[in-house]
């Protein structure tokens, strides 16, 4: 037998996944989803790369497309510029597909590229970098057995991350309590010792901000650590000011002391995790609420050892790569600032490059919204699928008609590939090389098992032979991944020690910051990597409403369908397609068990299924977000991230379809 390692190519968890070269057995996966990783390799696959012409797509030879988008790109940039071109990265290929995508669009002079970590966690990198000074995941996840208290908000992880679920079941059998917040009994929460069910979604900063009132008015915060490792203690202290026992009562329609049990027993475990998702960063007000959760951690001294862990698990297998390599129109590689004068000189030293733009270039909605005004002459997206993703599914179809060059690198044919000038054939998942980093900054090498069908080739080959063919100043010919891994190596210091021949050899992964030896897996043991080497409190701000008084919409997540490209059956592609209704609620509103509704917001209507249940709080509808979800999301507004509010939409009516 001879068995392959392969990082999955679903969640961020980070799975290895072991394959018999000889026999084509899969083995090791951690759930359903990885389980069924080889139907992906047949699923609508594209054979070869393909040209519309017309309203049809014909096929052609590489060479004919790649010199076809390298003189339209060139005509584009001739007439309008760097900035009229955008990138939509890909948070499912590797790390060196993504740091050539950046590469490429900053010899284009654009900033404008971003990825799906902007639908996802941006807010948490966002909130963790400035408190703290990496936005990442702190502890491996295999510490969560060490933590005594587990808090779990906005996050499904025995749907999501199925093999940290089990992490968490280890933890309540050596007597951890698991704390569980969501505005739905989820999977999750059915195993929870507490299950807090929000009345409303959106309003977990202020549960969490109550919660820290109740510790320090129960004097059980962490003096010693406060004093030596954090700044703003004080003023955090007074921010709270407007959280007393009666309004904390009033806004979340919870007993204080019940909110004030919690609270102390997640303080007195002595040690504790928190986890959260979508249901957080989605939203709003999420800065607030992941400022919230900072506050929490560091008011107990719960970070910088084992068992203490923050932990915004990352969402696809390379969000956090994606990420690392500066697939984001704010950083370089390894988060260096474009408007940062010493490390743009540096990359132009090492890519042999003119000068590098200093303007932060678009995000991914900005991108789209920008697109849709016919702003954006060519759009480049590797592996992302925003007719369905992202939000306002009308809005994206005009932004993909308006724009002029619209190429899509897809492993199969998506509903995003059906509006492009070229479709570049991909490779996927073991059909390629290359490194992957896992939500706990655990890079890992996946091995090449099968060709890939037809004349397909990996995303790194195509953007190769295209920024040759475009003649981009700067740009250089890459022979394999590990030729890229090296450049990457001196690009991103937190990447300098992970070569490609030390990575191959790491049964386990190696996990960054990396600079020589890499073993140093829980952050900020000794001090934060802050200028100051503290950590920093946020003011809590005073709780606000937004007046809305009607019906809000939730989506979220089933374990049998992975985001818009997989169900694993027949049932699970349908079970996409209904909207959960509170009992009372659909008395009230006349809707029965099965019928079909139509959902509308200010954005566009849908019809679903109604499925009623008692689970959902009452004025809250929840939609799996997998197939029309996001024909009823809007495209604004956008948080402090540029996140949309793929959570908490205002619905303007819910009825039965017959009452029409
Ligand atoms: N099976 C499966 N696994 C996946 C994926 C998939 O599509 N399918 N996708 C992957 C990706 S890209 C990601 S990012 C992760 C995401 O994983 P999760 O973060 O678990 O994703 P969601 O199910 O969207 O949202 C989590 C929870 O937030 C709750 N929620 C909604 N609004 C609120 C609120 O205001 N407050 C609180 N406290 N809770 C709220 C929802 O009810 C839901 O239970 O999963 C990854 N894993
Ligand atoms: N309403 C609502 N909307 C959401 C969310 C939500 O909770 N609610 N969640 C958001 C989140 S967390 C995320 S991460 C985004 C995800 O948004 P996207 O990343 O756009 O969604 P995916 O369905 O993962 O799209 C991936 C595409 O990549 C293709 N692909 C797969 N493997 C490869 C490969 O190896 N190479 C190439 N080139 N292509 C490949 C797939 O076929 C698919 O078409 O969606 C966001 N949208
Ligand atoms: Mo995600």
Redesign the pocket.
């Known amino acids: 037998m001879s068995l392959l390692r392969i990082a999955c190519h679903f ?1 961020g968890f980070g799975c290895y996944i072991y394959i018999d070269k000889e026999t084509g057995f899969v083995s090791g996966s951690g759930c359903a ?1 990885g389980a069924s990783l080889s139907t992906l390799l047949n699923k609508d696959r594209v054979f070869a790369p393909l040209v519309r012409i017309g309203r049809r797509f014909s096929e052609a030879s590489w060479s004919t497309v790649i010199l076809s988008i390298a003189s339209e790109l060139r005509k584009v940039l001739k007439v309008y510029g760097g900035d009229s071109v955008a990138f939509l990265g890909c948070s499912k290929c590797s790390n060196e597909e993504n740091y050539l995508l950046q590469k490429f669009a900053r010899l284009v002079g654009s900033n404008n590229i971003d990825n799906s970590a902007r639908l ?1 966690h941006a807010v948490s990198a966002k909130v963790l970098t400035k408190a703290l000074g990496f936005g990442a995941q702190t502890n491996p996840f295999e510490d969560l057995v060490y933590s005594k208290a587990i808090l779990v ?5 025995v ?3 199925p093999p940290l679920a089990s992490l968490l079941m280890r933890a309540r059998g050596r007597g951890a309590q698991l704390i569980v ?4 009994e ?1 999977e999750t929460a059915r195993i929870a010792d507490v299950f807090i069910r ?1 009345w409303r ?2 309003l ?1 900063y202020a549960l969490l901000n109550c919660m820290a009132k109740a510790i320090v008015l129960k004097g059980l915060y962490n003096r010693g650590f406060i004093e030596k490792r954090t700044e703003g203690f004080e003023e955090f202290v007074k921010s709270l000011e407007p959280y007393t026992p009666a309004s904390c009562e009033e806004l979340l329609n919870i007993p204080w002391s019940t909110i004030a049990s919690v609270a102390e027993s997640f303080a007195l475990a002595g040690s504790g995790s928190i986890l959260w ?4 960063t989605q ?1 709003l007000l999420a800065e607030r609420t992941v400022e919230a959760i900072v506050n929490l951690a560091l008011l107990l001294g719960y970070i910088g050892k084992k068992g203490c862990g923050l932990y915004p698990v990352r ?2 297998n390379n969000v956090q790569g994606a990420c690392d390599m500066g697939a984001l129109p704010e950083f370089l590689p390894g988060y260096l600032r474009v408007g940062d004068e010493e490390a743009r000189r540096r990359l132009e030293r090492l890519w042999n490059s003119d000068e590098l733009s200093a303007e932060p270039g678009l995000t991914a909605i900005e991108i789209i919204e920008s697109a849709s005004r016919g702003k954006i002459r060519a759009l480049f997206i590797v592996g992302e699928n925003p007719l369905l993703s992202y939000p306002n599914s009308e809005l994206v179809a005009k932004a993909l008609r308006n724009t002029e060059v619209v190429v899509v690198s897809d492993a199969r044919l998506s509903e995003t590939a059906s509006y492009a000038d070229y479709i570049i054939a991909a490779a996927t998942w073991a059909e390629k090389e290359g490194s992957y980093t896992s939500s706990e900054r655990r890079v890992m090498w996946s091995f090449k098992v099968f060709n890939p069908p037809g004349s397909a080739v990996p995303d790194w080959l195509f953007l190769t032979m295209l920024g040759e063919a475009a003649g981009l100043r700067g740009w250089r010919r890459y022979d394999s991944p590990e030729e890229v891994l090296r450049e990457i190596n001196e690009a991103v210091p937190i990447y300098r020690g992970i070569t490609p021949e030390r990575l191959k050899e790491s049964e386990s992964g190696l996990t960054w910051p990396c600079n020589g030896v890499c073993n140093s897996s829980v952050l900020y043991v000794n001090g934060f990597a802050t200028a100051s080497g503290k950590a920093r409190f946020s003011s809590a701000s005073a709780p606000a409403g937004d007046g809305f008084k009607g019906f809000r919409l ?6 049998e ?3 818009t490209y997989l169900c694993l059956n027949s049932e699970a592609y349908s079970e996409a397609s209904i909207v959960l209704v509170n009992r009372l609620d659909a008395e009230e509103l006349g809707i029965i068990d099965g019928e079909k509704v139509l959902v509308s917001t200010p954005c566009g209507e849908v019809v679903l299924r109604a499925r009623v249940v008692d689970s959902i709080s009452r004025g809250v509808v ?1 939609v799996p ?2 197939r029309e979800a996001n024909s009823i999301t809007c495209e604004e507004p956008l948080n402090n991230a540029k996140t949309p509010l793929l ?2 939409v205002k619905v303007v009516g819910i009825r039965p379809l017959k009452a029409l």
């Open positions: 969640c989803k996802c908000i906005g996050y499904n992880p749907v999501s991350h917040i969501d505005v739905r989820s929000l979604p959106g977990d998702g979508m249901g957080v939203q969402g696809q939730i989506t979220f997540r089933l374990s369908c992975y985001n929840a977000w997998h959570k908490n």
